[in-house]
């Protein structure tokens, strides 16, 4: 859990106007209403409530969040990454969300409006959604689901040389999983009687999902698309490998934009197998273009909703939370 | 037509949280009063409730409350219940395992639920002061499904997956005995196969108190003298809560699960005085052809009853006209039932009172007693002429008939038989 940031020594708020000041009353209502919450929890609220440093939002939700979640599902938010859904991993349903929802309104002192919950999926989603609600800024793109026919559709690279099982894309990031099957071509000569998966396919997959990345999360100029054909792979540094990956192994790989200049886009990224580091890689770049928008691959919209629904695809596509209207 | 038999019993009262100990206070007439300490005011004039022991939900905040450790449940169930609702579902489990009915057998399309409560005032006092204070929008999501009447079907009927039918009913102190007298309906026609039958009551201060703006609630501070149905210095009644379940099975299910019910459901019926939002007729005229309906609709002579569990409440006007309805009834003196009032020693527990008390009839006519009228020094003279034992009398009625009404005049009349 991110530790609530401490604010600089002298800074006069240099963040959004607080409305009004935080008073002992206002504290002793915060306490009360974070009662159930851990002590850095509501650390993180008095800090937010006095500086206006939005740097204290994603302390605040995570525990609030975490408040409601069973306790044998808490150890889950512990050490997550952002791409932990709120339904399928810590199934939070639509109720406990708008629980949820109340206390951080409550707690921030802000306004959520239904429609803007509905595309909540993720615990990223929802850090990104409220920090830009703070901050003032436009609401990021909701994180897309897409399944492997949707990432069939519009990847360059195909089977046998895909190594995407699923993948989730937002504006901050993408993430996927690769299952290690062993019947992988290249594992038969790598290693004679010792499948081990190559480290420079490792690379090769979170390259994919930065592809991926780049044709699905990536804002484009207006009228314009990344065009698939004209992505390629430039450089990479600060490739170390941690552990071996063998048949059986889920991958879950992710990456995120570090820089962004047309023609080059670097990223971040990290493999893992369950909790363990198995590759980190410090900045991986590719080069793209623009072309002129066409026709989506898809017809619709690439919400996961409709492309699971298509597919029959369920497992790796919530439905988006919805608000209780059974009255 | 089916016969129906209760095979199952949960209990949650002032009396005894389980049949075993609510049993006991009744054999032995202990009652289950105290100075109930929020009303220990000088504002509050009555000071004493038949209070529920082992439980603790004096908070609003449901994650405060406290209960015995064997009911294991959920926040995501406990969430949305009232304080009535946590005594219910914990009765419920209760009476499940009482009745020895395995998850397939509560969760199916032949079995239902009737419940009865008259929502948690308490609740919705707090979810209307939150929505003044903070605003419609921080308005708690379980506020209408926690407190509203209905509160009990909604929660229960999710929380154990009833897939039957079910109904809330609402007929203030007659509410839990039509839902068993229409739970008894619905498997005499077929409709289903088995029923649970609940009333609850959250029995604080929000749902007690406000009875005392129609000066109907006892002013006593003796907790041994503030309930006593048909004594001459009688003063009110006395406000509990708590919750009960019953089984209700078809003749059909008894014998395919070889279950030993406690007595079997003879009939029902039910009149309306029509004559007073709050006042029962001087006559108890509604009650009377209720009494008479039920005896004919079961196809039971008067002389064949043993033992009325009287709807008596300890209220100056209500006592006195059961007495007359009873009168009326059971015209033979030589053959007139045992009549006692078991709120002299649970108190008056409202849309809880019906199911409550036809579940101690039921273990009455299981067990082999005859439970008596406590509290009782001089009986009323408007009540002489009944036959009410004041101990218990250590032999089963083999015929018993359970009174309840309600405002509005509207009278329930439930005839039980031994199994």
């Given amino acids: 859990m991110p530790e609530a940031v401490q604010p600089s020594p002298g800074a006069s708020s240099p963040f959004v106007a607080l409305a009004k000041p935080f008073t002992p009353e206002d504290e002793a209502a915060l306490r009360e209403a974070l009662k159930r919450c851990s002590p850095s929890t509501f650390e993180a609220a008095v800090q937010f409530r006095k500086t206006g440093n939005p740097e204290h939002v994603p302390a605040v939700v995570i525990g609030v969040i975490e408040r409601y979640v069973e306790p044998d599902l808490r150890t889950k938010l512990k050490d997550a990454d952002d791409d932990l859904r709120l339904i399928d991993d810590l199934g939070i349903d639509s109720l406990t969300m708008m629980e949820i929802v109340i206390l951080v309104e409550d707690v921030l002192q802000m306004t959520i409006n ?36 949707h990432i069939g559709a519009v990847m360059p690279m195909q089977p046998p040389f895909l190594f995407l099982n699923e993948a989730s894309v937002s504006s901050t990031g993408a993430n996927g999983k690769y299952k290690i099957t062993g019947q992988e071509f290249f594992l038969q000569g790598h290693f004679k009687d010792n499948p081990v998966m190559p480290a ?91 072309v002129e928008a066409v026709n989506p691959v898809t017809a619709e919209p690439a919400s996961a909703a409709p492309a699971a629904a298509r597919s029959g695809a369920t497992a790796q596509s919530s439905p988006p939370l919805r608000v209780a209207a059974n009255a | ?77 406990l969430r949305t219940l009232s304080p009535h609702g946590l005594f219910a579902h914990c009765a419920m489990l209760q009476a499940i395992a009482d009745a ?143 919750a009960c379940v019953l089984v209700v099975e078809s003749g059909d299910e008894v014998a395919r699960r070889g279950a030993v019910p406690y007595c079997e459901v003879l009939g029902w019926a039910q009149a309306s005085d029509g004559y007073n939002v709050a006042i029962s007729h001087p006559d108890g005229s509604g009650l009377r052809v209720a009494m008479a309906g039920a005896l004919k609709r079961a196809g039971v002579a008067p002389e064949e009853v043993d033992y009325v569990n009287a709807h008596a409440t300890s209220t100056l006007i209500g006592d006195v006209s059961e007495a007359r309805a009873l009168r009326s009834v059971f015209p033979a003196a030589a053959t007139r039932p045992a009549v006692s009032s078991t709120k002299a020693l649970t108190g008056h ?26 509290h009782i020094s001089r009986v009323d003279p408007e009540c002489e002429g009944i036959h009410i034992p004041r101990q218990t009398i250590p032999t089963a009625p083999a015929v018993t008939m359970k009174n309840s009404s309600g405002f509005g005049g509207a009278n329930v009349v439930l005839l039980l038989g031994k199994a």
């Fill in chain 1, 200 to 290: 420079s396919i490792m690379l090769e997959a979170l390259g994919q999902l930065a592809v991926l990345y780049l044709l699905e999360g990536a804002v484009a100029e207006p009228g314009k698309a990344v065009g698939a054909n004209t992505i390629f792979f430039t450089g990479c540094e600060g490739v170390r490998a941690h552990r071996m990956c063998k048949p059986g192994d889920i991958l879950t790989l992710s990456v995120k934009p570090k820089r962004m200049k047309m023609p080059l886009a670097t990223f971040e990224g990290a493999i893992r197998v369950g909790q363990e580091k198995a590759v980190i890689v410090e900045e991986i770049t590719l080069t793209y273009a623009f």
């Fill in chain 2, 100 to 242: 020895r009915l395995d998850p397939a057998d509560v969760s199916n399309l032949r079995t239902g639920l009737n419940a009865a409560s008259g929502g948690s005032p308490f609740l919705t006092h707090h979810h209307h002061e939150r929505m003044q204070k903070m605003g419609v929008m921080r308005c708690s999501p379980f506020g209408i499904v926690s407190s509203i009447v209905g509160t009990l079907n909604f929660n229960l009927v999710a929380a154990f997956r009833i897939q039957g039918s079910s109904c809330g009913f609402s007929s203030a102190c007659a509410s839990s005995a039509h839902a068993l007298g229409f739970a008894f309906d619905d498997i005499a026609l077929g409709r289903q196969d088995r029923m649970f039958v609940v009333g609850a009551e959250d029995g604080n201060a929000d749902a007690i108190l406000p009875f005392a703006g129609m000066r109907t609630l006892s002013l006593q501070s003796d907790p041994a003298l503030a309930s006593r149905p048909f004594d001459a210095a009688r003063d009110g009644f006395v406000g509990t809560g708590g």
């Fill in chain 2, 349 to 374: 527990g409202l849309s809880l009172a019906g199911a409550m008390e036809c579940g101690f009839c039921a273990l009455a006519m299981r067990s082999g007693f005859t439970p008596g009228s406590a």
């Fill in chain 2, 1 to 77: 037509m089916h016969r129906a038999f209760i095979t199952g019993l949960g209990f949650v009262t002032s009396i005894g949280n389980d049949p075993v100990s609510v049993e006991r206070s009744l054999r032995e007439l202990r009652h289950g009063f105290e100075l109930y300490p929020p009303f220990q005011k000088p504002d509050s004039p009555c000071k004493v409730v038949g209070t529920v022991k082992e439980f603790n939900t004096d908070s609003a905040d449901c994650e405060d409350w406290t209960w015995p450790a064997r009911y294991p449940i959920k926040r995501e169930t």
């Fill in chain 1, 114 to 149: 239904n429609d803007e919950l509905r595309s909540l999926r993720t615990v990223g989603d929802v850090k990104t959604f409220i920090d830009c609600k703070i901050r003032g800024l436009p609401l990021p793109k909701p994180t897309k689901f897409l399944p492997i026919e």
